[in-house]
């Protein structure tokens, strides 16, 4: 009865998100054992990807078991069945997660193309408004949450520039192969940061997908955007010696 029911995720989200905490697990092991077949000079870009996909981990434990959420409720009650009820599931653990793991992966990035601690902190500043403003909107139930959103929004677009910009003149200075492995891992997340303001649009800001479905789309998102990415940045440097990256 969906007038009066939670809008929340069923038994099928839960074992997704153990499925995806899963990939997290088995990622963290392999990006720390890869870690082992290099000396310890050698090892930042591989502990900053293990701690990510760790962190992961633990958020996609906490969603799996249905913890990590609060019910806000929706103002414009959907006239699809899936989405309509008394309180729609916001997870807030995702925040948690990203405002320590999106860092971590702007200074995987940056550190790739050289770029100085003053750019490398102020980027993750702005990087940080943009998960706290979507948590703020997320919590919202009146229409002050596009208020919220769009804050973000600049701030995601601050953010890419600063990847697609910036930080591509300064990886193209120091040589060709740190060129290519930083137009590899700016473009492959500049490319998939833009989709999770979408996701977030569809399920905690308009409540238009289920939260069984936005179960499926930010773990796809964070699959892409964590192990994936992990796997194609630590190939990437396979080759590159750190203090060329002043590190
Ligand atoms: C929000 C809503 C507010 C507007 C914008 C957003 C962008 C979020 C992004 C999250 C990236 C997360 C990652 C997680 C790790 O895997 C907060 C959804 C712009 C870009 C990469």
Do not use: Q
């Not at 955007?225 to 992990?230: H, L, R, T």
């Amino acid at each position: 009865n969906g007038a009066t029911s939670d809008i929340a995720i069923t038994t099928h989200g839960s074992d997704w998100y153990w499925a995806v905490c899963a990939v997290m697990v088995a990622s963290t092991i392999v990006f720390m054992g890869l870690s082992f077949t290099k000396p310890r000079t050698h090892r930042l870009f591989h502990y900053i990807t293990a701690a990510i996909t760790m962190v992961a981990s633990i958020a996609y434990f906490t969603m799996g078991s249905d913890l990590g959420e609060t019910g806000i409720r929706p103002e414009f009650i959907r006239t699809n069945p899936k989405v309509s009820g008394t309180l729609r599931e916001i997870f807030y653990v995702r925040y948690i997660d990203w405002v320590i793991t999106t860092p971590l992966l702007l200074m995987d990035i940056l550190l790739t193309a050289g770029l100085p601690w003053p750019t490398i902190l102020y980027t993750v500043l702005i990087d940080e408004i943009m998960i706290i403003t979507g948590l703020v909107g997320a919590l919202v139930t009146s229409s002050y949450k596009w208020g919220y959103y769009t804050f973000g929004c600049f701030a995601l677009f601050w953010v890419g520039w600063t990847l697609i910009w910036t930080g591509r003149k300064h990886a193209a200075a120091i040589g060709s192969d740190v060129s290519k492995t930083y137009l590899t891992v700016g473009t492959w997340t500049t490319f998939l940061w833009f989709l999770y303001p979408i996701a977030w649009g569809l399920s905690e800001g308009g409540n238009v997908i289920s939260p069984d479905s936005e179960a499926v789309f930010y773990g796809i998102l964070d699959i892409m955007a964590k192990p994936v990415f992990g796997a194609l940045l630590i190939w990437g440097h396979r080759g590159i010696d750190p203090g060329r990256l002043g590190i």
